[in-house]
């Protein structure tokens, strides 16, 4: 574990939020944003606990607290980068394809 005094959010790791946020906002007005504010509060969590996480595909993967989600990071020096927020429910060929395609 170390301590980040950074954490980047990749532009494609802000598109996978946008897309949940609007996935559970066209189930449940409303839900969408109770998502975006969990990811949030998970991602902030990596300001303590960043590097704890098991290694998957090459990033460490932090599953979100109250959604089925992983948050896929790396940590160099002091600056933690969210690579991917991706739902953990879909096919494991596809998560592995998404996070073949994401780099630092």
Known sequence: MRLSSKILV???????????RDFYDRKEPGLGDYF???LISDLE???????????????????AKRFPY???YTVED?????????PMLRNPVWLE???EKRDV
């Open 78 to 86: 002091d600056t933690t980068y969210i690579v991917a927020v991706l």
């Open 45 to 63: 969590s990596l300001m303590i606990f960043s590097g704890v996480h098991e290694k998957h595909h090459g990033f460490h993967r932090m599953p």
């Open 70 to 72: 992983a948050v896929y």
């Open 36 to 38: 975006w504010d969990s």
């Open 10 to 20: 990749l532009k494609e790791a802000a598109l996978d939020l946008d897309t949940g």
């Open 97 to 99: 394809q998404m996070l």
